[in-house]
């Protein structure tokens, strides 16, 4: 029986180096449109590989493939992965977390200092035929008094803190992975979480979307933040709790937010972010730059070509226990 490389689903234009690294590797290969994990469990039966981007690889799915076979995701997170459904059908899940960091730390240092700098009310303000840039920017900190908060210090927080590093912004983290020394060496002072909240005049969100950070800047959080202070997330959208953050921009809890991930995407209609007060919205871009597309889509092809040589993954995803 010949070999299978299956891409159940894909926002890109082509796939020839996915496909080239099947052909080399001796194996038929198969691209579907899938949705769910029904229609994945059927694109995917008796696969050797399957690549995956949006759509739910979930039980069904894993038990589908061929026993030991391999799954790459496209793209930094594996939300949509069943990794204990995996994992007992001893599969083995890899990812790309390193195709976009210099993208999306770009996306997040531009993001904080437009916060900062007040240009969306700004911006708004002149359209609207007024010209008050105190009444309106008020109140603004010079940088050099201005605190920057991280939840969460991985590699792409410490990516944006080096290109903030010559503004000089004094810089706060929050995060349970890392000891002091660690923070240290990068220039940021290791706090609690509510020191985090209490402290931080904009909080940039870089956490994975766990069982402890779901939903973790809620109204309650949000209200321990100081009323100027803003919050920007290019990490998860399940992080912040959507209507909880709206009510708070609404009334002045917080000052402002950019977000570039969302609970549902696209963004839905009725969300009530999309009316919220000073805050800037992007639909999940900061990954992007042309050259972001091409390299993820050679990091997959490397990672099928692996597999097809019986070799893991190049970024294995970590497996959960028994």
Known sequence: MSRRVVVTDY?????????????????????????????????????????VQFAAFGALSA????????????????????????????????YVPDYCADEVADHTAAAILALLRKLVPLDASVRAGDWAAVKVAKPMKPFS?????????????RAVRARLAGFGFDFLAADPGLTEAQTTETGVTLVSA???LARSDIISLHAPSTAQTTGFFNAERLARMQPHAMLVNTARGQLI???????????GTIGGA????????????DSPLRGA??????????????????????????????????????????????
Not at 71 to 88: F, H, K, M, P, S
Not at 145 to 157: K, R
Not at 282 to 298: D, N, T, V
């Open 11 to 51: 926002t890109f234009p082509a796939l020839e180096a996915e496909q080239a690294a099947a052909r080399d590797g001796g194996a038929d290969f198969d691209a579907h449109h899938c949705k769910t994990d029904a229609e994945v469990a059927g694109a995917v039966a008796g696969a050797d590989v399957a690549v």
């Open 258 to 269: 950019a977000l570039d991930v969302f609970g549902s995407e696209p963004l839905p209609a």
């Open 241 to 251: 709790d959507e209507a909880d953050l709206a009510r708070a921009l609404s009334d």
């Open 145 to 157: 008094d201005t605190i920057v908060g991280f939840f969460g210090l991985g590699q792409i927080g």
């Open 63 to 94: 038990q589908a493939v061929k026993p030991g076979a391999t799954v790459i995701r496209y793209g930094v997170g594996y939300d949509n992965i069943d990794l204990a459904a995996a994992a007992a059908a001893g599969l083995r899940v890899g």
């Open 194 to 196: 509510d020191a985090l």
């Open 277 to 322: 007060p000073n805050c800037l919205l992007s639909p999940h871009a900061a990954w992007y730059s042309e050259a972001a597309i091409g390299r993820l889509q050679g990091l997959v092809a490397q990672d099928i070509a692996r597999a097809l040589r019986g070799e893991g993954p190049r970024k294995p995803v970590p497996m959960p226990k028994g």
